[in-house]
């Protein structure tokens, strides 16, 4: 692990990030933040802190909290941390607080607020549970979108059901980039839909594009596809985005090779790559020929960025 001292230069950052002030100043950001941060202080009890209370419960000085970074990694959520001691404390004050996408090195300082004493105890898990689970996820976002070498890393709707807004600003602090939101952005047809409209065949995607572009005027289509065939139906049917899901770097190049020998001519920026990707595979995916890779294990089983929180007396 790095010392405190071997401190490289610190990242801005990545280009095109939304600025905190305006993110995290969104209405429907505020909502679903307020909204987390209200049902893990119910959670936790937090207005009914039997220790603090008994222990300074009459003494009314002010207090600094300091949350100091354990790891090299990349931030996302000071202003989520700042929030939930806020809800507690109104008056509470962010001396110190690193913007998202900031790179920051083992034992340096990254947020630091002022207030009372019992409402910092009180909010100091649910901050730093936020503040590290998001930096986390920014962390192995910025290594995997180091990898993978110009291809652009994608997230999924892989997450934890309330907090995928603030799980995507994540991945966007990392430098990946955000899949679509929600099942109503724009179509992506997956093996169960195929299946279900009129048994899966690769003769059947010009009718599904077909379909798709009189529902949805304007909006991009994307076609999973799971055999040869059927992705290059997939391309001949004009889908602007192609899912190979579950198939080896290898057969991936295979079949754009073979495509383009037929005459197709995929476009990488349109082909996506996804299905079992990791950190120690996505460099090889990354040179298979596709132009996108998406990862549910961006947000889904990411580990916490090592945060932790010391109190002293002002």
Same mark, same amino acid.
């Given at each position: ?8 230069t ?7 990030l ?5 993110f ?7 909502a ?7 049902a ?7 207005d009914? /802190?039997i220790?603090s209370?008994? @222990?300074l419960a009459?003494?009314? !000085? ?6 100091? #970074? *354990? +790891? ?24 110190t607080s ?8 083992a ?14 105890l ?7 549970n936020?503040?590290?689970h ?7 976002t910025a ?11 994608l997230?999924t ?5 309330g907090?995928?807004l ?13 899949h679509?939101? /929600?099942?109503?952005?724009f179509p @992506?047809?997956?093996?169960?839909? !195929?299946?279900?409209?009129?048994g899966g065949? #690769? *003769? +059947?995607i010009?009718?599904?594009v077909s ?29 602007d985005?192609?899912?190979l ?8 190049a ?14 990488p ?6 299905g ?16 996108r ?6 947000t889904?089983s990411v580990?916490?960025?090592d ?5 002293r007396w002002?």
């Open positions: 692990m790095p010392r405190a001292t071997d401190r490289p610190p990242a801005l950052p990545p280009a095109g939304e600025a905190d002030a305006l995290w100043a969104r209405p429907v950001v505020l679903r933040l307020g909204s987390l941060i209200e893990a202080l119910a959670e936790d009890r937090a009914e /802190d220790t209370r008994a @222990l009459d003494d009314a !000085r002010l207090a600094i909290a300091t949350i100091t #970074a *354990g +790891e090299t990694g990349v931030l996302c959520g000071a202003r989520g941390a700042l929030a939930v001691f806020q809800r507690l404390d109104g008056t509470a004050t962010a001396n690193l913007p998202d996408g900031r790179r920051v090195a034992g340096e300082t990254v947020f630091e607020i002022e207030g009372r004493a019992i409402p910092l009180a909010g100091e898990r649910t901050a730093l936020l503040f590290a998001l930096s986390g996820i920014a962390t192995r290594e995997w979108v180091a990898r993978a070498g110009g291809t652009a890393v997230d709707r892989k997450t934890f059901p907090a995928r603030l799980q995507r600003r994540a991945v966007a602090a990392g430098g990946g980039m955000n679509r939101f /929600d099942l109503a952005e @992506l047809v997956k093996e169960n839909h !195929r299946g279900l409209f009129g065949g #690769a *003769g +059947e010009a009718a599904i379909r798709l572009r009189a529902a949805a005027p304007g909006r991009p289509i994307e076609i999973e596809v799971e055999d040869e065939e059927s992705f290059r139906a997939a391309l001949a049917a004009g889908a985005l192609v899912l899901d579950n198939r080896r770097p290898a057969e991936i295979a079949w754009i090779a073979s495509a383009r020998a037929a005459g197709l001519t995929p476009d920026d349109s082909l996506e790559a996804s079992g990707i990791t950190g120690e595979t996505i460099a090889e995916y990354a040179r298979s020929g596709v132009g890779v998406s990862l549910g294990a961006l889904h580990r916490a960025l945060l932790s929180l010391h109190i002002k």
